[in-house]
């Protein structure tokens, strides 16, 4: 029998939806990606539209006589760290390749997005053999400055991985990137597409014979930034998975099984991909009915069980305002992550008709779908600060964000370089940053669903590449639920 409080649950979710009109959905879609302009690196085409933009990083890769130019700066900095990049990158072509349809002209935009991602990893995947470069920028040298990535005079050191210094995690993480982006290019750019797939069987098979991680490769590069503090098997898990998804070989099933079984997380995120992995690999389960998936099935529900409210296996702690709230750094990332996974999964439940149990309670797919909507609708704006967490969406949002060329002026009002520490004038201001990064998704509130908008607070006030992309999804989902 269905426990009464998750019953409690599912009704507040439909009073919620009676109690205020949804947000724009379409325009928050076209924004998540237009935030993506703001974080190129290298030449930017005519057609960039966030026009306070300029080129930068246009010698990145000569330090080692290669062309590293092109990728995302990772957040509120001028560095390029690939890990969470490339995550980026998958994150986004799953959404397109679950959502596109409902994406209408945001699908080619969303295209365009992934490419400036995929063709700058390429050039790391392929630049030098028996060589992946994971990172262009000193990001000690970086976090000292305050500049626009348009005057960076801060060391461009390149890094990489290698048979003798591995990086297991970040080389499955890339070849899950271009296993995932060339489902999404096979249609529109065949070629495009057969040279991601072939790039991603290179760096997966790489990522598997020479074992480590990269962090202890790369140490300071790339800790406390970016360490792999999951290890690196379930970016093994999660590559393997990609690459099943994009070849259907056998080779990297058998290859899945042989790593056993992984951890159960309570979270999701640019480091600790199990449960991604485990939603991924559940669709051949569920939609087809596949026993060979039905361990990955069982791993998915049981992730979805530690994030409903009242469920009896129920670890996550949520705000009186309703947000889910996993840790205080950056909490948005985990929030839109999770939600991708909460509306993926009630997709592929919808179909079939499936349903799962929490303890004693019987799960169907609106449970999930009811606390996704409300983890959008609350970073849209319904929340206690009535507050929009995306930039430019709402008529109240985050003014002062933790961000270098948003909080600056831009070269075409003030043409003379600041130098590194010119900037600090402007990132002590109280003033708003005088450049709108439409479209970025902050950190996010405090437990207590209070936001300061001061741009210091960098862990509520920066945006990140990981928060928007994570974010596409559900919002493709839910424009084509609300017309």
């Not at 790391?124 to 976090?143: S, W």
């Not at 087809?288 to 296996?313: G, T």
């Not at 909507?373 to 964000?401: A, E, T």
Request: overall charge positive; hydrophobic content about 35%; charged content about 15%.
């Amino acid at each position: 029998m269905a426990s009464p409080f998750f019953f409690v649950f599912l009704l507040s979710g439909v009073l919620l939806e009676n109690t205020y009109a949804s947000p724009n959905y379409r325009e928050a879609l076209s924004k998540s990606l237009l935030f993506f302009q703001g974080q190129r690196s290298g030449p930017l085409p005519g057609d960039q539209k966030l026009s306070w933009r300029f080129n930068s990083g246009l010698s990145d890769g000569s330090s080692a006589h290669v062309d590293l130019t092109g990728g995302y700066y990772d957040a509120g900095d001028n560095v390029k760290f690939n890990f969470p990049m490339a995550f980026t990158t998958t994150m986004l072509s799953w959404s397109s390749l679950e959502y596109g349809k409902k994406m209408g002209p945001e699908l080619q935009n969303a295209r365009v997005a992934i490419r400036w991602a995929t063709d700058y990893l390429l050039k790391c995947a392929r630049a030098t053999p028996g060589k992946l470069y994971v990172g262009v920028g000193d990001p000690n040298g970086d976090h000292k400055c305050w500049e626009r990535p348009e005057d960076m005079d801060t060391p461009r050191t390149v890094y990489s991985v290698s048979a003798s210094n591995p990086g297991s995690d970040v080389a499955a993480e890339t070849a899950a990137a271009l296993a995932a982006s060339s489902m999404v290019f096979r249609k529109v750019d065949p070629k495009y597409s057969r040279l991601l797939l072939a790039t991603a069987k290179k760096v997966m098979q790489f990522a598997i014979q020479y074992r480590g991680a990269y962090s202890d490769s790369l140490s300071s590069a790339v800790c406390p930034f970016y360490c792999s503090y999951s290890g690196y098997k379930d970016e093994l898990l999660w590559g393997a998975a990609w690459l099943h998804r994009a070849t259907n070989n056998q080779y990297y099933i058998n290859f899945i099984k042989s790593l056993g079984g992984g951890d159960q997380p309570d979270i999701f995120s640019w480091d600790n991909k199990y449960a991604g992995a485990y939603v991924l690999l559940s669709r051949r389960a569920v939609l087809n009915k596949d026993n060979n998936f039905e361990l990955y099935k069982q791993a998915a529900e049981n992730f979805m069980c530690k994030i409903l409210p009242n469920s009896p296996s129920s670890s996550t702690k949520y705000t009186q305002g309703g947000l889910m709230y996993k840790l205080p750094q950056s909490n948005l990332q985990y929030v839109t992550s999770i939600t991708f996974l909460l509306t993926t999964y009630a997709k592929y439940m919808k179909s079939t008709k499936h349903t799962f149990n929490c303890g004693n309670s019987v799960i169907a797919p609106n449970a999930l779908i009811n606390l996704s909507k409300r983890q959008v609708d609350y970073i849209l704006g319904v929340n206690p600060m009535k507050m929009s967490y995306m930039v430019g969406f709402g008529s109240s949002f985050p003014k002062r964000i933790h961000h270098r060329g948003s909080s600056l002026p831009s070269r075409a009002v003030l043409s003379n370089s600041l130098g590194c520490s010119g900037g600090f004038q402007s990132f002590r201001t109280p003033n708003p940053n005088p450049n709108i990064l439409t479209g970025a998704i902050v950190g996010g509130p405090d437990r207590n669903d209070q936001y300061p908008d001061q741009r210091d607070d960098y862990s509520r006030s920066e945006p990140a590449t990981y928060i928007n992309a994570a974010f596409v999804g559900p919002l493709a989902y839910f424009v084509g639920k609300v017309h």
